[in-house]
């Protein structure tokens, strides 16, 4: 008997993904959902404990143990441990770009061209996202999947859209770069390592539950689901099967991850260690456990990525019990800033420590948001200032640096290009110590500006994100309303983590008091007042006024009416809420594929009674019930 359900009108209009052998996987597969859901749960609990008693991260003591591994925290340290030796094809990734390789509401032949740009694009390697910057309306997921696998079989559709695209492509180049960037199209499709990013363990799927009506893990989905089928055409080219893993927390669930591949591994008959991952560090809990994370991982693991907006987020949620820590505005939190300098410190000196075998890994430097569209001033600006940023990371020892959109990729990929170097494996850092000094390192603050003028950009950017999420538009060009109009102020391409940190920011100075540190003549505020629940709500009705007012270029004109008032409903009662809810995607997820408010409103009072009365998310897609 079937462990597994899936809606039959899915099964029918996807056979080509939910064929008889990813079935069969996803049955082996099923058993690991428990231990997913009871991570889930120490993961809660972990949380309410620190918030309830203002409790901090720490350190794991020297001879705790990870899942499976015989070797204690302390022997991991010593290099005690084995990871994977990194193959060919990942030993020069100078430029990773990152982007869904579907589009909302597209059809096959339109869709399919995010998947055309990204491998004509010249980057080396290219995330094809599952998560944060792929919408989840009606089967987008599913449309992801069929997109990769077409283009890594080179169907026809894929070729077709390819050809155009490469053309589009040298057009642009020409214009702005002053040559092609795209010699021989079809030897160019090649170029570009595909790695994909799986949905994390706190997320399940919206198309699959158990026979018993439980929800069904989004990471168990996504990784069996690529995996199996695309390994015997990767394999066929050379090419390694290569995943990045989001929003791991713990070695432990570190550890269950690579359960997880060892499992599909052997069900498959590939030997353990064929599929490789990488690692976004983006939860300040995994920054503790850095070693023991890639230990757990074993000869899975090839390399860490240090992110931004997800990684900042962490830092909040985390934090949220300590009514001391305050972050100031976003724009001032930059990779070199207190606790994320800390933070990268730590990333370059663990993958520098050698295996038992002498084995380095891989640190790939985090993202360029930029987009090189607007006026001749404002895109010399942001072209100056992503370089600066690229020459930093270099310098510090990134092999390599994330880009979010593919005509950023031969504007940052020169900075390694001209270095010459592979990759800088082994690079000569201290070793990490596990001291005070350190763990309080990397909650540090200093001193920033905390501005009316910041509190709109949190705000604006805000609302739009929810907008566009819940429009299928997960990856999103924005800025705030103040500046559209303006070709000066560049739109940045933003996905999921925008939108948690922002409104874990403005929680963060509505219940700690935040004090601002400037005057604003428009709200009447001094230097020194404090950030209030009232002023809040002057601004939000003030930001959401301006976003219904705007133009569709910047505003699309139908969601002023159906999905823009749901996410207002959702960031006012997540801000307003005494209690923080852990991840604004949980309720975006609620109010997918949905445009009534008043449905919205009871979904949104829904997770919140729970959440509050047993500390447990509602992660199931609610239309399935």
């Given amino acids: 008997m079937a462990q597994l359900i899936v809606s039959q009108n899915k099964l029918q209009s ?22 997913q859901k009871q991570l889930m749960e120490k993961r809660n609990k972990r949380r309410f404990q620190r918030t309830a008693n203002n409790l901090s991260i720490d350190f794991l003591g020297e001879i705790e143990r990870i899942g499976d591994l015989k070797e204690t925290a302390g022997q991991i340290r010593k290099g005690e441990f084995d990871c994977s030796e990194i193959p060919d094809d990942l030993k020069r990734q100078w430029i990773q770009g990152t982007g869904p390789a579907a589009k909302p509401n597209a059809e096959l032949k339109s869709s399919i061209r995010n998947v055309a740009y990204a491998l004509l694009s010249g980057a080396d390697g290219w995330m094809f996202d599952g998560e944060d910057a792929l919408g989840q309306i009606n089967t987008m997921s599913l449309d992801n999947q069929r997109n990769l696998k077409l283009a890594i079989a080179r169907d026809s559709v894929f070729l077709k859209a390819a050809e155009k695209v490469s053309q589009e492509m040298n057009s642009w180049a020409e214009d702005f770069l002053g040559r092609k960037i795209i010699e021989d199209w079809k030897k160019q499709l090649d170029f570009t390592t ?24 989004a990471s168990l989905t996504d990784t069996t689901l690529y995996v199996v089928n695309n390994y015997k055409q990767l394999q066929e080219k050379g090419a ?26 052997k069900h498959l008959g590939l030997s353990v260690g064929s599929i490789k991952v990488y690692v976004l560090v983006e939860q300040l809990e995994a920054t503790y456990q850095l070693l023991e994370i890639r230990a757990a991982l074993g000869v899975h ?20 019990g300590d009514k001391k820590f305050i972050n100031p505005n976003i724009e001032d939190i930059t990779m070199t800033y207190a606790y994320m300098a800390a933070y990268e410190d730590r990333v370059r000196k663990v993958v520098n420590i050698p295996d038992r075998n002498g ?25 100056e200032k992503a370089l600066k940023g690229a020459k930093r990371e270099q310098a510090a020892g990134a092999s390599g640096k994330w880009v979010a959109h593919w005509k950023m990729v031969h504007i940052i990929r020169p900075v390694w290009e001209k270095v010459g170097e592979q990759n800088q494996l082994g690079k000569n850092f201290d070793v990490p110590t596990y001291t005070a000094a350190d763990k309080e390192a990397l909650v540090n603050l200093e001193p920033a500006a905390t501005t009316i003028r910041g509190g709109r950009n949190l705000l604006s950017v805000a609302l739009q994100y929810g907008n566009a999420f819940l429009q299928g538009f997960q990856a999103a060009a924005l800025k705030p309303a103040d500046f559209f109009g303006n070709d000066n102020v560049l739109y940045l391409m933003e996905d999921m983590a925008t939108g948690e940190i ?13 004090k601002l540190t400037e005057e604003d003549k428009a709200t009447g505020v001094a230097t020194g007042d404090t950030f209030t629940l009232e002023l809040f709500e002057q601004l939000l009705e003030e930001e959401y006024s301006k976003l219904l007012k705007a133009n569709p270029k910047d505003v699309h004109e139908d969601s002023k009416t159906t999905s823009l008032p749901i996410a207002l409903l959702i960031v006012k009662t997540y801000v307003k809420s005494t209690v923080k809810c852990p991840w604004y995607i949980d309720l975006l997820n609620l109010n997918l594929n949905n445009s009534d408010l008043e449905l919205a409103k009871e979904r949104v009072d829904q997770y919140f009674r729970d959440f509050k009365a047993t500390g447990n998310r509602i992660t199931q897609n609610l239309d399935n019930n």
């Fill in 14 to 35: 996807y056979t080509d993904i939910y064929t008889k052998e990813a079935f069969q996987a996803l049955e082996v597969m099923c058993h690991l959902n428990k231990e």
């Fill in 240 to 265: 390694s099967i290569v995943l990045y893993l989001p929003k791991i927390q713990t070695a432990e669930e570190a550890s269950f991850w690579n359960k997880i591949l060892v499992t599909l591994e």
């Fill in 359 to 383: 084995n380095f890994s891989l640190w790939q430097g985090g993202m360029e948001p930029n987009i090189p569209v607007g006026s001749e001033e404002g895109v010399k600006a942001s072209m």
């Fill in 502 to 514: 922002r409104l874990s920011v403005l929680w963060e100075w509505i219940h700690k008091g935040a």
């Fill in 301 to 320: 693991f090839v390399g860490f990525n240090t992110g931004r907006w997800d990684y900042i987020n962490s830092v909040s949620d985390a934090m949220c």
């Fill in 194 to 217: 595909i790695i994909f990013r799986t949905r994390g363990l706190h997320l399940d799927d919206r198309h699959i539950t158990t026979a018993d009506g439980q929800s069904f893990s």
